[in-house]
């Protein structure tokens, strides 16, 4: 009986409770349900599956065709990777070094005419070609080079055609950059610069004085030596 009463002379309260709960629960429902539409609403905006709105991206056809450009971008780059292969393969044939020397053998004729020419490719294998004008007519020689050398007597002109095709070959040029270094950074390493010149400076004054101590020991001690020897 005590406990019916008690219930029954708090049911107003009670029925606040449960009812303010109710309303808690109902908000909480519609907020939830309100997230829901409009994150559904973004979805179908970023899928471009909303039937409403045509001029919506669909981003899942766009990773789709990324994919495929991907993948056929892939298959272009193995292909040109092949081909520029075989072009430095074909590439180590060609002519890539040429020297040539102008000269004058005769007295008599001026002009430096007479030229040594050296075509050679990558592995300084080509020919050199030696071409000797006179007043009698025009002369021209070709001998075989293999690996820089020849199995035919060369002339000193021919000699030196080659030499310099073989020092004018391909290098590739390097870039450096110079990076800037911030101003913390370069304050902080002329700190440093500054401290280690004290130490060095500090360091050589010290050994400085320790030589002067010790002439100073030195003559003190030849004095004395020398008073004592007076003395006696």
């Not at 709105?53 to 990773?63: A, G, S």
């Not at 000699?159 to 101003?183: G, M, R």
Request: glycine share 6%; net charge positive; hydrophobic share 40%.
């Amino acid at each position: 009986m005590p406990e019916t009463g008690f219930f029954a002379q708090n049911l107003d309260l009670w029925m606040s409770v449960i009812l303010t709960l109710l309303v808690v629960l109902i908000g909480l429902s519609v907020y939830g349900l309100y997230c829901h539409k409009k994150l559904k609403a973004r979805y179908e905006r970023f899928m471009g599956i909303n039937k409403k709105r045509k001029n919506d991206v669909n981003m899942e056809k766009l990773l789709i065709d990324c994919v495929a450009k991907a993948e056929s971008i892939e298959g272009k780059y193995s292909k040109l990777l092949e081909i520029v292969e075989d072009m430095q393969k074909n590439m180590q044939f060609c002519v890539q070094k040429v020297g040539i020397v102008r000269y004058n053998p005769f007295e008599e004729m001026g002009g430096n005419l007479c030229f040594a020419v050296a075509l050679l490719d990558a592995e300084n294998t080509g020919i050199v070609i030696n071409g000797i004008h006179s007043r009698t007519g025009t002369f021209t020689y070709a001998k075989p080079v293999e690996l820089g050398v020849s199995t035919y007597i060369l002339s000193k002109e021919e000699q030196e055609a080659i030499d310099k095709a073989k020092n004018s070959a391909y290098q590739a040029v390097k870039k450096t950059l110079t990076v800037k270094e911030p101003a913390k950074t370069l304050r902080a390493k002329k700190r440093r610069e500054a401290e280690q010149a004290r130490k060095e400076k500090l360091e050589i004054y010290k050994n400085a004085a320790a030589r002067s101590r010790r002439r100073k020991t030195v003559k003190s001690a030849k004095k004395t030596v020398d008073k004592n020897g007076q003395r006696s």
